[in-house]
């Protein structure tokens, strides 16, 4: 499982540094021919959404606090039956943090659209 993450990270940071290379010659290349108009074209858009990002805090703290609460369930977890959430082969501590994680974004979710439906 090691090898094939660390193969994963290297192709992906391979294909980034072969991108932001390859970007920047042609935007280069744009330049010396006096195509100053056509360098923007390159550029990737920025969407800004103010609903968006809003209150990021507030997105993070309940990521943060539903990430904690995911950690004291498996400690928990671990109290009642060390078996089920302690070994090598282990899928079950990494399915709650997963769940918390996820409600942790869901919250944040129903909070957003429940302040868009009053405005």
Known sequence: MEELIAVGVVFFG???????FSTHLLKRKLIKAEQYDRVGILEEPKVENDESNRYPSLKWGLV????????IIIEVMGLFNR??????????PLGILMVCISLGFL?????????AVKK
């Open 107 to 115: 919250i944040y979710f129903f909070i957003m659209n429940g302040k």
């Open 64 to 71: 943060a606090l539903m990430t904690g609460l995911g950690f």
């Open 83 to 92: 078996d089920m959430v302690r070994g090598r082969d282990a899928v079950l």
């Open 14 to 20: 391979a294909y980034h540094i072969i991108k932001l």
